[in-house]
């Protein structure tokens, strides 16, 4: 008979390598909350104890016109959580909250807002511009007042390319407010030049193929 893969623990969850035998897993356990602290992670393994490196908190930016952008920033939010960290997630401009990653965050609780009425091509403009501005309005107060360690702005950009939100102003505001250790993501198509000089790490995603130029509609799980 073959073992179950994974295994659960009271303590943390253990899961078996490929190659080894059944019965022998590598334990992955949850860190005590003792172990963890902002600005960096205490290990009291071994001899003496080692602290890494303050955090520094990074703007991050998802671009281009490829899928994965939100994708990519759910997956480090995942990270981040995993890692105890505070993590919310403020959506702009999607209006579903039955999406597959607005269901995972509602199973594990992590926060999640979705303050949109829908993509940018459809629906009423002028609504689309008043959600977006009291959207950034929330983020300000979480972003300067909400103690987190992680915030993802996904599909932000599109208030800055529709002008609905100035970029320099919003640049000029998270300059003199963003908290130094906190990691922020913004997600979307058409980031600003300005916005692009601003953070520290930007990907731009590139489309090769994609299925729906074959007639494939969205696929669950892969799409929303």
Known sequence: MVANPVEQESTGFSI???????????????????????????????????????????????TGSGKGKTTAALGLALRAWGRGMHVCVIQFIKGADRTGEALAARRIGLEWHVTGNGFTWSGDKAEQERLAVSAWAEACEKIEHGGYDVIILDE???????????????????????????????????????????????????EVKHPYRNGIPGQPGIEY
Do not use: C
């Not at 022998?24 to 992670?41: C, D, E, K, T």
């Open 16 to 62: 078996r390598r490929l190659g080894r035998p059944a019965g022998q897993v590598a334990n992955f356990a949850i860190p005590h909350p003792a172990r963890l602290h902002r600005g960096g992670i205490v290990s009291t393994e071994g001899a003496a104890q080692h602290t890494r490196p303050a955090r520094r908190g990074l703007v991050i930016v998802n």
């Open 156 to 206: 932000f950009t599109y208030a800055l390319e529709y002008e609905w939100l100035k970029t320099a102003d919003v640049i000029s505001w998270l300059r003199s407010h963003k908290p130094p250790n906190m990691h922020l993501v913004i997600t979307g198509r058409g980031a600003p030049a300005d916005l692009v000089d601003y953070a520290d790490l930007v990907t731009e995603m590139t």
